[in-house]
C-alpha cells in the first residue's frame, strides 16, 4: 500500500517551487484561511513548511501541531519557521494514517498539496475525522491539473502534462483531484462541505504571476520529472522540449494561462 511516495521528488529545486507556489499563491488559496486565538490546528502533512509559514503568520494566536512522514522535510519545515521567528507551531514526524493524538484534540485540521499523492484519500480523511473535536473544521486544497489551459495552444505541452498525471498515477496518487473533493470529504463523513473554485488567471499584466505561478510554479513541477519520462518513454525528448518551450511560449506578452485549484470547508 503506498501513501507518501512523492512524485516531485526532494531536491532542493523541488524546495525552491514549493516556497514559490506558496508565496505566489497566498491571497487566492489563504485570504480567507484564519483561526482564532487559543485555538487547536492540526496541519496534516506539512512538507517543508511552506503553507505552515502562511498559516501560521494568518493566526499568530492559536497553537498549530504540524506533522510530515519525511524527517528531511520536517528538518527543512523547522529551519523556515526558526528563520521566520515564528513560536506557535510545534513539529511532529507522523503518518497520517496513524496519528499520535488523542481523540477530539483538535478544533480545525488543515490538509494542502497532500490528498493528491495519496493512495486512499477518503481513508486519511477519514482518520483525521475522529481527531476533530465535535463542531470542528478541516481546510482541505488541492489542485487538478486537468484543469489547466492555455493560449498559444499546444498538443506536447498538453502531453508534457499528462505525463505528470500519469506518473502520479503510477504511484498511487492522483493528479485530478480537485474536481472529486466534494465527494471525498463527503464521503469521509463531514458535514456542511462547501468547495470554492480558485482560478489562478495568467497573462502580461499580471508579471508577479508569470514569473511566480506559470515559470517558478507550474512549468518547473512539469519539468521535474523530465528524466522519468524518458526513462519510461513517456514522450521522446524532442516533443518534451517542445511541450516545456510552449508552456514557456505562455509567458509572452501574448500569452494566457489558467489553472483552478479547489478549497473544501467542513466540519465534523
Not at 29 to 45: I, K, W, Y
Not at 139 to 167: K, M, R, W
Not at 241 to 250: F, H, K
Request: glycine share 8%; hydrophobic share 40%.
Amino acid at each position: 500500500m503506498i501513501h507518501h511516495k512523492y512524485v516531485h521528488g526532494y531536491s532542493k529545486r523541488e524546495s525552491e517551487r514549493l516556497r514559490d507556489q506558496a508565496q505566489t499563491l497566498t491571497d487566492l488559496l489563504h485570504h480567507d484561511t484564519h483561526f482564532p486565538a487559543g485555538s487547536r490546528v492540526l496541519e496534516a502533512g506539512c512538507g517543508i513548511g511552506a503553507q505552515t509559514v502562511i498559516l501560521a503568520k494568518n493566526s499568530p494566536k492559536a497553537e498549530i501541531t504540524s506533522i510530515d512522514i519525511s524527517d528531511e522535510s520536517l528538518y527543512r519545515a523547522q529551519e523556515k519557521i526558526l528563520h521566520e521567528g515564528i513560536t506557535n507551531v510545534t513539529f511532529r514526524q507522523g503518518d497520517i494514517f496513524h496519528l499520535p493524538f488523542e481523540p477530539a484534540s483538535f478544533d480545525h485540521i488543515f490538509v494542502c498539496f497532500v490528498l493528491e499523492h495519496l493512495a486512499e484519500p477518503q481513508r486519511a480523511l477519514e482518520q483525521l475525522r475522529p481527531l476533530l473535536k465535535e463542531g470542528g473544521t478541516l481546510t482541505v486544497i488541492e489542485g487538478d491539473h486537468g484543469s489547466t489551459f492555455f493560449y498559444p495552444e499546444n498538443a506536447d505541452a498538453e502531453n508534457a502534462i499528462n505525463c505528470l498525471v500519469q506518473l502520479q498515477r503510477q504511484i498511487g496518487g492522483n493528479a485530478l483531484i480537485g474536481r472529486q473533493l466534494f465527494p471525498l470529504v463527503t464521503g469521509a463523513g463531514y458535514t456542511d462541505v462547501s468547495i470554492s473554485p480558485r482560478m489562478v488567471y495568467v497573462d502580461a499584466s499580471r508579471p508577479g504571476l508569470v514569473e511566480g505561478f506559470t515559470k517558478l510554479t507550474f512549468t518547473a513541477m512539469v519539468e521535474g520529472v523530465a528524466e522519468e519520462v524518458a526513462k519510461q518513454g513517456l514522450m521522446n525528448r524532442d516533443a518534451w522540449e517542445r511541450g516545456i518551450a510552449a508552456l514557456l511560449r505562455t509567458t509572452e506578452p501574448d500569452g494566457v494561462f489558467c489553472y483552478t485549484f479547489f478549497k473544501a470547508t467542513a466540519r465534523k
